[in-house]
């Protein structure tokens, strides 16, 4: 399984992003799907999980293109603590697979 994030770049507050992520490989049943940021100095920390399809749309949500293996994380109304690298990940049976990170940079 791989995984290819893409989509960062930088914003002013208030402004939108859409991250892309796109699984290839075989067997592509997961049993959670989501995205994670990490800034210097802290620990990386969970922004958006789901266990399958799109999640609620607050400021950050989650939505998926099944036919074409890709999830996004839909990113509104950003403010510059949304900034970090962001990685997208998918699990099953224990094992994790992450894809390289995505810098998002929200200005104020």
């Known amino acids: 399984v791989q995984l290819q994030a893409s989509g960062g770049g930088s914003v002013q507050a208030g402004g939108s992003l859409r991250l892309s992520c796109e699984i290839s490989?075989?067997?592509?049943?997961?049993?959670?799907m989501g995205w994670y940021r990490q800034v210097p100095g802290k620990q990386r920390e969970s922004v958006a999980t789901?266990?399958?399809?799109?999640t609620n749309l607050g400021r950050l949500g989650i939505t998926t293109e099944k036919g074409k293996n890709i999830m996004y994380l839909e990113m509104s109304n950003l403010k510059p603590e949304d900034t970090g690298v962001y990685y997208c990940y998918v699990g099953r049976d224990g094992t994790d697979y992450w894809g390289q990170g995505t810098q998002v940079t929200v200005s104020s």
């Open positions: 789901t266990r399958g399809g799109s």
């Open positions: 490989g075989t067997g592509l049943t997961f049993s959670l």
